[in-house]
T-cell receptor, first 113, second 113 residues
């Protein structure tokens, strides 16, 4: 069976500090990978998605970047965090090619102070 | 790109009553419409989905209807229970936009016992 792991679960960072959130998927190959952000009481905003190693598409201009160094690894980064980067970050995967269910990780709650 | 609007933003019902959440989408090429349930502090999880070649789908107390002509779809929950209290998100995806899911803003459902 497939599983998705995301870490860390929570973190508190000062403004201007770097960020690295990691996500790995097990039990499948060549998944589509996604990073979503959910601000408090708000919907799910797609930040990045990837259909393969090294292939990253950005949905919104922002202070964040993503990388996919391996087939089942997706990393969300920032060099200098802003207050507005606070939120609940969700990694997700789906099977390639066809539209289908999106499977979410447990989420990472980021508070920037 | 695709735009999904969801109403109402909050919904309170008495236990045992029915709840209906409605969504509209903009891209007539969209062909996949899932609904996700998110409990407080947890990841969204798929509860039901429908594809554009089907008008209605039911799974026990939940059902989804799709009107392709009007470009709207709805979630129906019957005999609501306190454990149905959560945030519900609709979403739509279109092959013209890489089959990426675009989410509605969410509906907070409260079931009062």
């Amino acid at each position: 069976s497939q599983t998705i792991h995301q870490w860390p679960a929570t973190l508190v960072q000062p403004v201007g500090s770097p960020l690295s959130l990691e996500c790995t998927v097990e039990g499948t190959s060549n998944p589509n990978l996604y990073w979503y952000r959910q601000a408090a009481g708000r919907g799910l905003q797609l930040l990045f998605y990837s259909v393969g190693i090294g292939q990253i598409s950005s949905e919104v201009p922002q202070n964040l970047s993503a990388s996919r160094p391996q087939d089942r690894q997706f990393i969300l980064s920032s060099k200098k965090l802003l207050l507005s980067d606070s939120g609940f970050y969700l990694c997700a995967w789906s099977r390639g090619q066809n539209t289908g269910e999106l499977f979410f990780g447990e989420g990472s709650r980021l508070t920037v102070l | 790109g695709e735009n999904v609007e969801q109403h109402p933003s909050t919904l309170s019902v008495q236990e045992g009553d029915s709840a209906v959440i409605k969504c509209t989408y903009s891209d007539s090429a969209s062909n996949y419409f899932p609904w996700y349930k998110q409990e407080l502090g947890k990841r969204p999880q798929l509860i039901i989905d429908i594809r554009s070649n089907v008008g209605e789908k039911k799974d026990q107390r939940i059902a989804v209807t799709l009107n392709k002509t009007a470009k709207h779809f709805s979630l129906h929950i019957t005999e609501t229970q306190p454990e149905d209290s959560a945030v519900y998100f609709c979403a739509a995806s279109s092959p013209e936009y890489g089959n990426k899911l675009v989410f509605g803003a969410g509906t907070i459902l409260r079931v009062k016992s």
